[in-house]
Every structure is written in C-alpha cells, then in structure tokens.
C-alpha cells in the first residue's frame, strides 16, 4: 500500500467546513483512498472512500486531485461531535481479495466553538 | 453496532495467565481483523481472517493465535499475558467489495 502524509492536528471552528489533508504521492492507478474516524475510545467509523472522480455522502465530500497525488476531507459545517482523529489510507481493493487496513497516525481534529 | 459485539469489554488479568477475547459477528461476512491500539503507535493489524480455519498474521502477531470455526466467531488468544500486551484491542469486519469495515466497540485489557 502507498503511505500517506497527513497534518497530525487541525482546529476548526464549529460551523464551518474542515478540510483535512492528505498527501499520497506514490498511489498506484488502482488504490482507493480511504477516510476513516476514531472518535475518542470509539472503534474507527468508515466515512468515505473513492478512486479518482470526487465522491459525497452524508457525512463528507472527498476531493481528490486529477493526478491522485492528494486528497481533501472536507465536513462541511463541522461540529463538537466531529472531533476526532482522521486517517486517510490509501489501499487496493480486490472484490475478491483481501487487502487488510494498515493505519498511520492520522490527523486530531479539534471543533471549537 | 452494525451486528458486531467485542467480549468482554474490559478485563484484568494475571502476567503467564491464558487470556482469549471474542468478537462475534451477525452480517455473515467473509472478513474479520484484530487490531490492538496503543498510544504512540496507532492502531496496528494482530491477525486477520478472510474464512472459516483461514487465517494470517499481521505485522504485531508475536504472542497471539486467533481461531475461526465458525463464520460469526473470531478468537484473539494470548497464550500467556505480558505486560507489553496491555492495550486496547478492536474486531473489524468487511464483507465483499468497495466497502469499508465496521469495527466493535474494543475490548480494553490490562496485564498486571
């Protein structure tokens, strides 16, 4: 799997998108991107993942550049309840396979109010 | 959540006592993974499997076996607890596809 470069920490004020970074430079043409969020002592929550086009749902959008080099989170009216560590993985994904989640360290996100 | 249940939550136990945590699983899927969380180090993979009686390890494996007999059940075992095996430990499970894992609720342990 690449390796991702993420900023270990970001403040965001309530009500307002958050973006969150990641970097993955050495992505191969056929590796998702992943985000994920561990809420403090929670188990990790999935919340989007794409390939190459910009992906949205309930909870957030993903952009992803056109040459896959990095990519943004963005929560777009962020709350107290989205603070939480973000981790950003990059993997394949065989229908067939399996391709276990390796996870870096992640950004802390802090909502301010 | 999502029909998947860590057991127990919380335990004690003795260094060179035999612990084995559970995780137990609803949704029938194929995949289900064992991590530890540790501060410092993030979460990292213990074991995983991808069937019944198919197993691998993961990169902190040393110390641990893991078991599945059965699609729902997937046993962490430490055949003799050390202190360095203090953490919190989360199942995760995936079923086919694009999709993401659904992980339990953890199971904290400390070795004393």
């Known amino acids: 799997d690449a390796k991702t470069t993420q900023p270990p920490s970001m403040d965001c004020a309530e009500g307002r998108a958050a973006n969150l970074p990641c970097n993955h430079s050495?992505?191969?043409?056929?590796?998702?991107v992943y985000w994920y969020r561990q809420i403090h002592s929670q188990g990790p929550q999935y919340i989007i993942h794409g390939l190459k086009n910009n992906e949205t749902n309930e909870m957030a959008s993903l952009i992803i550049t056109e040459d896959r080099k990095s990519s943004t989170l963005i929560l777009p009216h962020a709350t107290l309840r989205d603070t939480a560590v973000y981790y950003c993985?990059?993997?394949?994904?065989?229908?067939?396979?399996?391709?276990?989640?390796?996870f870096g360290k992640g950004t802390r996100l802090s909502v301010i109010a | 959540d999502a029909g998947i249940t860590q057991s127990p939550r919380h335990k004690v136990t003795e260094t060179g006592t035999p612990v084995t945590l559970r995780c137990h699983q609803t949704e029938n899927h194929r995949y289900m993974y064992w991590y530890r969380q540790d501060p410092g180090h993030g979460l990292r993979l213990i074991h995983y499997s991808y069937g019944v009686k198919d197993t691998d390890k993961g990169e902190v494996s040393d110390g641990y076996s893991v078991s599945r007999s059965k699609t729902e059940d997937f046993l962490l075992t430490l055949e003799s607890a050390t202190s360095s095996q203090t953490s919190v430990y989360f199942c995760?499970?995936?079923?086919?596809?694009?999709?993401?894992?659904?992980f339990g609720s953890g199971t904290r342990l400390t070795v004393v």
């Open positions: 995760a499970i995936r079923g086919w596809g694009n999709y993401g894992y659904t």
């Open positions: 993985i990059v993997r394949l994904d065989l229908i067939s396979g399996n391709t276990p989640l390796v």
């Open positions: 050495t992505i191969s043409g056929n590796e998702y």
